[in-house]
């Protein structure tokens, strides 16, 4: 697609006043790209395109027509952007019609010729001075371009009535396609016309030679008479009358004309003075002009003046002039001080700092503007960091720090990354953390955070003007790119092509700068000793959590973004690179530190309410509060474009395994705690003060969740959790660290089972330990209680009391273990059995001898807790039962099978109620 130009700005015109046919100069924008593009000129309503001569695109000579306005504008209209528009005007002069005797107080331009017989204007135009048809030939244009035929005859014009014209570039531009018999044609035509010029003279000559012959022999004539009177030598003679009477009407004439000549001579000096100062007003008006214009802040009127009053009179010899321009010099020296003045001054925006570059260029200012700036504007943004750092170490903290001209930037840049981080800032962490547009939040935020906000928000704000200001200047767009100044522009454009080392040393400087502040706040250690000193100062200050060093790397990640938008070369933008990946690992380390500390506080949310499973609330907040922390570390692990990862270097990864290891093991330590914990409040409920449903499967539907459990259940949760962790939660979460990126989750999850593991194995003893020491330690003086002996006794009858006083206990402790969880109650009650047979078997090989009702006694006890409790029985305890059935003597009476058998099914029958815990319908495999 073609580009659009812009319409046609007229800036200035020299002279800006005249009569008519004044050959004016006209200055502007976009005045054209050629002499064909030109299609209209008006000055004052009079159109002025026959007499334009297009210059350049800034550039057009013609001369004033004849307007009715007295003033008015200069409209260019081209074919490229159309009609114009102008910011100058022309006055366009009256002549008036003088008298050579008339008295005039201004200079009259003796170009008219006045006839006093007729007063007939004579005067010609400078147009009719250009016959139509020199040729007397049809004209045929060609197309060749003016540019070209400027170049090709240089110094000449294909104008016939210029002093430079040249017959070929005018046959060339108007005959180029005429036939060579046409040519003839004109030729011939510039002979008749020559030789009618040279007839006409000849003619005028012959016609008047009657009247010639006439006057001389009149003349001669009166000669020979006065010869023959001979009084031409008399005195009082006719000749000498004559004499003095054309003497005394000489001297007469000069005595009535002295008067006229002298006040004619006193006009011209006064019209030649007038005349001065009309035709130099310019020159003499300029200095209160430019201080005028200067107040008002027209630089470019200035500037425009300037350029015309050098051109004129820049070189002149006339002392006034040279005094007069001198002052101009002044005063246009006294504005290049005003105009450095204002673009070293800070703040500045970008388009106003190119404004000033341009003034300063175009009066030719010495040394190098463009270059002065950058250097004042690199100043400026590495103070207005260390205001802020000291602004922040002193508790001087300020919401907003940028303000006023700072923050504008230009209309054509795209939105700033800046504006998108003050939108789009959000910490993830448990729950969404979403900031308002306002910066009411900053308010809420730590220091430390609100200082990376500010200090990131000066960069952004003032290095992409920064950025675009020395791509201005090397490209060469700062300066004017007219012709008069191409040289220069070259000039200055090759200097800041020798200046690209120090630009891209100052860039490093204020990334460098703005990185080592970053760090001074949040990771001095990565500073060395004299670093700290000047970047440092944050004593005393608090360690931020996850979440807002989380908030400060997606700062940093946008303002990388923004500057990478700039096209600023990599290897400057590496430093920020290598702050991110710091900030990362940093962030994964507080983070992980953090949940290890919120872990250890879980267990004081333990509100010991078991579900259907036996399990508790806690190991699932375990497991959301992990989940949680990989989900708000989910952003500062993945990688962004050109980022390195965290795990890339194995001292980051072995630190990481530490810290997940370390939480497992808080948690491990905070169950095994809970286990050990004791409550001294009187009014706590025990679940063993519960009337209890065995047979209910959701048991603690109804349970008020503010209960305090006994120190025998408080065992049994945890042994559960413990359970529940090493089967269920601690896989989930190997799967959960692979899922975000972690790497030897197996060896995490391996480590953590094993401890919990050990935990619960502890655990177990020392709960089974509690309940079966009682039941084990109660056999022995249950069985020889009212001295019975093995020895001499009475025939069985049936299960004695001590046997049935141990099966409640046992049953007790199925109930408890069932309140609890129910796939907990194989495991105890397996255990707790092989206690009770194990004791049993060594308690009948201790007995010396037996009788035969004693034998019988035995193994009706024996057997009678062996089949009572046979859903539960181990290898262990099932030789145990059997080491003690062999001790027995045997029983070969059919009798006593028989009577044995009867008090086995009596005592069954009898205690079939509590016995129906121990059926299979109830219980689960047994776990060893």
Known sequence: ????????????????????????????????????????????????????????????????????????????????????????????????????????????????????????????????????????????????????????????????????????????????????????????????????????????????????????????????????????????????????????????????????????????????????????????????????????????????????????????????????????????????????????????????????????????????????????????????????????????????????????????????????????????????????????????????????????????????????????????????????????????????????NDFKKMIQEVINSLMKLIRGALLPSSLVEAELKQYGGWEAKVELSGQWLTHIIHTMRLNYESLTALEIPNDLLQTIQELILDLRVHCLMITLQQTADDVKRLAEKEDWVVDNEGITSLPAQFEHQVVQTLQALKETINCKAGETSIFQHERNQRHVHELFIKIMKVFIYSLEHLSTKTEGDPESIHLTSLPLDISSPDLLGNLHENFIPSPEQRLLIVISNCDYLASHTFNNLAEQFEKHGFQGTEKIAQISINDVKYLDQRLFETYIELKSDPIVGSLEPGIYAGYFDWKDCLAPTGVRTYLKEALVNIIAVHAEVFTISKDLVPRVLSQIIAAVAEEMSRLMQCVSSFSKNGALQAKLEICALRDAVASFLTPDSISSFKQALETLPHLPNGAHKKLLEELLNKFKSSMHLQLTCFQPSSRSLVKT
């Open 1 to 500: 697609m073609s580009r659009v130009r812009q319409p046609p700005l007229v800036t200035g015109i020299s002279p800006n006043e005249g009569f008519p046919w004044t050959k004016v100069t006209i200055r502007g924008e976009n005045l054209g790209t050629g002499a064909t593009d030109l299609i209209g000129l008006s000055i004052c309503g009079h159109n002025c395109l026959l007499t334009a001569e297009w210059m350049s695109a800034s550039k057009i000579v013609c001369r004033v027509g004849p307007a009715k306005n007295d003033k008015g504008d200069i409209i260019v209209t081209t074919k490229s952007g159309g009609g114009g528009t102008s910011t100058v005007s022309f006055r366009l002069m009256k002549q008036e019609k003088i008298g050579i005797l008339d008295q005039s107080a201004v200079w009259v331009e003796e170009m008219n010729y006045y006839d006093m017989r007729t007063d007939r204007n004579k005067g010609i135009s400078p147009l009719s001075l250009r016959p139509a048809n020199p040729l007397g030939i049809d004209v045929h244009k060609g197309k060749i371009p003016q540019m070209d035929l400027e170049g090709l005859f240089q110094g000449m014009s294909g104008d016939f009535t210029s002093e430079n014209f040249s017959a070929t570039w005018y046959l060339i531009e108007n005959h180029s396609a005429t036939s060579f018999d046409q040519l003839k044609v004109a030729a011939n035509f510039l002979r008749k016309q020559a030789n009618k010029k040279n007839e006409g003279s000849l003619a005028y000559v012959k016609g008047g030679l009657s009247t010639f012959f006439e006057a001389q022999d009149a003349l001669s004539a009166i000669h020979q008479k006065l010869e023959v009177d001979g009084t031409e030598k008399v005195e009082g003679s006719m000749t000498q009358k004559l004499e003095n009477v054309l003497n005394r009407a000489s001297n007469t004439a000069d005595t009535l004309f002295q008067e006229v000549l002298g006040r004619k001579d006193k006009a011209d000096s006064t019209r030649n003075a007038l005349n001065v100062l009309q035709r130099f007003k310019f020159l003499f008006n300029l200095p209160l002009n430019i201080e005028r214009n200067i107040q008002k802040g027209d630089y470019d009127v200035v500037i425009n003046d300037y350029e015309k009053a050098k051109s004129l009179f820049g070189k002149t010899e006339v002392r006034v002039f040279q005094k007069v321009y001198a002052e101009v010099e002044t005063r246009i020296d006294a504005l290049r001080i005003l105009l450095m003045d204002k673009l070293l001054e800070m703040p500045s925006t970008l388009l106003d700092q190119k404004r000033y570059i341009r003034y300063l260029s175009d009066l030719h200012t010495p040394g190098d503007p463009a270059w002065k700036c950058i250097m004042a504007q690199h100043k400026w943004i590495l103070q207005l960091m260390q205001s802020c750092r000291e602004n922040y170490v002193k508790g001087k903290k300020s919401a907003t720090v940028l303000h006023g001209p700072m923050l504008d930037l230009d209309s054509d840049v795209r939105p700033s990354p800046i504006s998108r981080l003050s939108q789009t800032t959000s910490v993830k962490r448990a729950s969404s953390f979403q900031s308002s547009r306002d910066d009411s939040w900053r308010f809420k935020a730590p220091q430390l955070v609100t200082f990376v906000d500010n200090l990131t928000e000066i960069v952004i704000s003032q290095l992409p003007n920064f950025w675009k200001l020395w791509i201005s200047y090397v490209n060469g767009s700062l300066f004017s790119e007219t012709g008069e100044k191409s040289e220069q522009v070259e000039k200055l454009k090759k200097n800041a092509r020798s200046r690209q």
